[in-house]
């Protein structure tokens, strides 16, 4: 079992900027892959960044001048710093990995953006 834990949203205005953390409960060193995805209302689920145990880093590209992913194995952690946000990203925005063959997934954490 493993679980993730969103943190870092919040209210910010447009051209603003936001860090996400994301906490696992256990060691990510086994997760080949954490990644970053967002939901706003009424759209699809989408992946905004993923970031590899080796450090490939895979950025969509309507965010990719603007955001970044990181990741800490030592503290368990992945971080997505996002820059000049615009009222276009705000949605909920989880923390998703594969661990053992299975997916999972955090709560998510509201980051809305104001014109």
């Known amino acids: 079992q493993l679980q993730l834990v969103e943190s870092g949203g919040g209210l910010v205005q447009s051209g603003g900027s936001l860090r996400l953390s994301c906490a696992a409960s256990?060691?990510?060193?086994?997760?080949?892959?954490m990644s970053w995805y967002r939901q706003a209302a009424g759209l699809q689920r989408e992946l905004v960044a993923s970031?590899?145990?080796?450090?490939?880093?895979n950025i969509a590209g309507y965010v990719k001048a603007r955001f970044s992913i990181s990741r800490d194995n030592a503290r368990n952690m992945v971080y997505m710093h996002m820059n000049s946000l615009k009222p276009e990203d705000t949605a909920v925005y989880y923390c998703?990995?594969?661990?053992?063959?299975?997916?999972?997934w955090g709560n998510g954490t509201q980051v809305t953006v104001s014109s």
């Open positions: 998703h990995t594969i661990y053992n063959g299975r997916p999972y």
């Open positions: 256990r060691s990510i060193f086994d997760c080949r892959s």
């Open positions: 970031i590899t145990f080796d450090d490939l880093i």
